[in-house]
């Protein structure tokens, strides 16, 4: 009898998880036939868009010469200092949601879903994001003050449609974090990055967090403008929040991500940047974002899985 109620009760518990995953979000769709990361990956190749013909992607999408494109070059010293003071919140959520490798032929990317982040964009509304999957560029793509970092991690956010939230209200359907990086000899790899090269660790990642990146930030001061994806079809959806200072990489681990994009074909300067986008009159807001409140470092081999959320929280007058 006490062996059946165990059953019930475990056969229980394992429904409600598995319902849990079975939890669909509704997005505000994209304008175009953008997948995750802007394009599918068949488009690219030799016949394709590539690096190689990356000053002419608009005779293949006429997006891509709009005028609101990224990369830019941030200017520090045009940059307006807008009237909030993110603060930047991430908590340690145990979550059985995985990223997942994309395999795009472009980049080196994970896939997956993790928790809300309220972040205000470009014209400053607050919007409700989830965050979907990161990626990686090399060397930066947007550069500050002329200046390219070794590497730009790109966090992509997609904006949610429900109840308290119309997409028709939403002007960026998509927010992006963009983090430097500079190769430093005394910097140890991190382990996010794992999967993707380390036969020994499964192509995905069981959990992650911002945390580990942004605590390493002793300045936490961004750019904050009105961009688009940097891959087809340049869309010009994103509100981009591209942070100054710039962490560490080891040699090792860059030298991993720089050996993907070795095919001069289709990456001439065996680098996965797009070049450098007209600014065309935009402005560029600065502000720097508050990172009280973080729990403690966590580890990303241990058992338990958790994942982040990050919530910039309006603090002060709006635009
Ligand atoms: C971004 O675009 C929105 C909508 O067009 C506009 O209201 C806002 O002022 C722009 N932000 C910046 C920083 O230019
Ligand atoms: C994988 O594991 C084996 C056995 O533990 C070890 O010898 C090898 O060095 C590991 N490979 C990598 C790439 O870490
Ligand atoms: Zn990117």
Redesign the pocket.
């Known amino acids: 009898m006490i062996f059946i109620l165990i059953l019930s009760i475990i056969s229980q518990i394992l429904c409600e998880q598995t319902h849990e995953e079975e939890i669909k979000r509704d997005y505000c769709q994209l304008p175009d036939a953008v997948l995750a990361d802007g394009v599918s990956a068949t488009d690219f190749g030799t016949t394709g868009w590539n690096y190689a013909n990356a000053n002419n992607w608009d005779e293949i999408v006429v997006t891509c010469g709009g005028s609101f494109q990224s990369p830019i070059d941030i200017l520090t010293s045009s940059a307006t200092q807008e009237a909030i003071q993110p603060k930047i919140h991430y908590k340690n959520k145990a979550s059985d949601v995985a990223y997942e490798e994309a395999n795009k032929p472009y980049t080196k990317e994970y896939e997956g879903e993790y928790s809300e982040i309220d972040v205000t964009d470009a014209s400053g509304l607050i919007v409700r994001y989830y965050a979907k999957q990161f990626h990686i560029h090399t060397p930066s793509e947007h550069t500050i003050d002329g200046k390219y970092y070794d590497l730009e991690i790109h966090f992509v956010h997609q904006a949610i449609q429900d109840e308290q939230q119309d997409c028709n209200k939403v002007k960026n359907t998509l927010t992006v974090f963009g983090l430097m990086f500079t190769e430093s000899a005394s910097a140890s790899d991190y382990e996010v990055f794992k999967p993707w ?5 499964t192509g995905e990642v069981e959990s992650f967090d911002l945390n580990d990146f942004f605590q390493k930030m002793t300045d936490t001061t961004y750019y904050h403008y009105n961009g688009s994806l940097t891959t087809l079809p340049c869309s010009q959806i994103v509100n981009w929040i591209v942070f100054y200072q710039a962490l560490p990489i080891s040699p090792s681990q860059l030298n991993q991500f720089r050996s993907t994009f070795t095919d001069s074909t289709v990456f001439p300067l065996k680098q996965n940047n797009r070049p450098i986008q007209h600014l065309n009159g935009r402005k560029i807001l600065k502000g720097t974002a508050i990172t009280t409140g973080v729990a403690e470092i966590p580890n990303l081999e241990a058992s338990y899985a958790f994942l982040v959320l990050v919530t910039l929280v309006m603090n002060g007058l709006f635009l």
């Open positions: 090269f380390d036969q020994n660790v």
